[in-house]
């Protein structure tokens, strides 16, 4: 018993004097109270984009089939992304080839143009491949320096993506004569993988790797693809949608998003509420809906909304962000802290949630805590102006002790 008792003490002495130890390195920080009065931060803003409804599970979406997004939205899409692509050919034209070829061989052409994307960079490049080689996905690249595949021309390119996708998730041979060089090294050498990848992520760790999300990430630039504009043609096929489609919870919100564009938010409120009178814990039209509620500075109803989609998916990081960030404009600190915090156990890389603690705290003059957030979020971001500006403001008023 003796015994056992020395050995506690010993114990409770090595951490004792482990924490003194972690005590004395922490820097100590004097406040000049009177500057900091001068200063305000500023919270970053609301976060996420509207967002579109897919019915099919990631995990489920095939490699083959017909395209969802029309010539016309890819088109778009890559000019929003990029105005000036280093493609050999105009970006209609690169989208025809993606949809001529595609369809021949029976591969979804809008995905496959998204795998291009993410490849390319949407055509930006940068890294091992060049635009003269009209490679749009990476064939024969291994890294180092590695150029991989060149091809004469864009369409003997895209062909060739298109028929090494096919290698994956077909025995059946091409239907036009083989321009991909690795199709029939995947045919001879890798029969595990033959022809038996059928879903987009399937390829997560085997086109590319380690490629972890590499199916995901491909099908979240699809979805974003998909998304309307608030033109007459995107509204009439919303209509249309309405008025056809036996999924009228997903038509809805696509008029919904359509009236988003067109900041007709009223009419968005409308129907997100018609899509989840159909659908009531439909978590993409709760989303909409808050974000178009807070566009007409309906705060109180936004929270009510993100409260009902929390209840539904816990695991909603940017809706506990968003929460968060109404609470903070009405000043319940505590409540804003409590919602940036939920976000960050889900998303721990955020430096804007990070950065809004530590305005909850300033605001309360809570500086210790204040300024231990805004160190956080500035390790995290060293671009956001937001962050910087406040971090910047803060180290003013700050002496640091040793």
């Known amino acids: 018993m003796k015994k056992f008792l020395s050995l506690a003490l010993i114990l409770m002495l090595i951490l004792s004097l482990t924490a003194c130890a972690d005590a004395a390195k922490k820097e100590k920080v004097k406040f000049n109270k009177k500057q900091l009065k001068k200063i305000e931060l500023v919270a970053a803003p609301a976060e996420g984009s509207p967002m579109i409804v897919l019915r099919e599970d990631y995990s489920d979406v095939p490699i083959m089939g017909q395209a969802v997004a ?18 050999n050919c105009t970006v209609k034209q690169l989208v025809h080839l993606y949809y001529l070829e595609a369809d021949r061989e029976g591969i979804r052409p809008d995905i496959a143009i998204c795998q291009a994307i993410k490849e390319t960079g949407t055509w930006n490049y940068g890294g091992d491949v060049i635009p003269e080689q009209n490679n749009y996905c990476g064939l024969g690249t291994t890294g180092g320096g590695v150029k991989g595949e060149f091809f ?73 693809a ?16 309405v008025l056809l489609e036996d999924d009228k919870a997903a038509a809805y919100v ?6 988003m564009e067109r900041e007709n938010f009223y009419g968005a409120i409308d129907d997100f509420k018609l899509a989840l009178g159909t659908e009531p814990e439909l978590t993409e039209a709760l989303f909409d809906l808050a974000l178009a509620q807070e566009k007409l500075k309906k705060f109180d109803d936004a929270i009510k909304t993100y409260d009902e989609l929390l209840n539904i998916d816990e695991k909603f990081a940017i809706a506990w962000y968003n929460r968060g960030r109404l609470k903070l404009d009405k000043n319940d600190f505590k409540g804003a802290i409590s919602d940036f915090e939920s ?11 990070y950065n809004n603690i530590a305005v909850a705290y300033f605001r309360q003059k809570k500086y210790d805590d204040a300024w231990n957030f805004i160190q956080k979020a500035a390790e995290q971001s060293t671009t956001n102006p937001v962050v910087q500006e406040n971090y910047e403001k803060f180290a003013a008023c700050v002496k640091v002790k040793k």
Not at 70 to 87: D, H, L
Not at 226 to 241: I, Y
């Open 226 to 241: 998909q998304m309307p504009d608030g033109s007459e043609a995107s509204m009439e096929a919303a209509d249309l949608k």
């Open 152 to 224: 004469a021309t864009p369409q003997l390119g895209v062909r060739a993506h298109i028929q090494h996708l096919l290698s994956y998730t077909s025995k059946r041979p091409p239907k036009v004569e083989i321009v991909d060089p690795r199709y029939e090294l995947i045919q001879k050498f890798r029969p595990q993988i033959f022809g038996k990848l059928t879903k987009w992520t399937d390829l997560n760790g085997v086109w590319a790797v380690p490629g972890n999300h590499y199916g995901e990430d491909i099908l979240n630039l699809w979805l974003q």
């Open 70 to 87: 029309t010539q016309e939205q890819m088109i778009n899409f890559i000019n929003k992304r990029n105005p000036a692509p280093k493609i």
């Open 343 to 353: 976000s960050l156990a889900i998303e721990t890389i955020n430096a804007e949630a």
């Open 254 to 259: 696509y008029r919904g998003l359509v009236n």
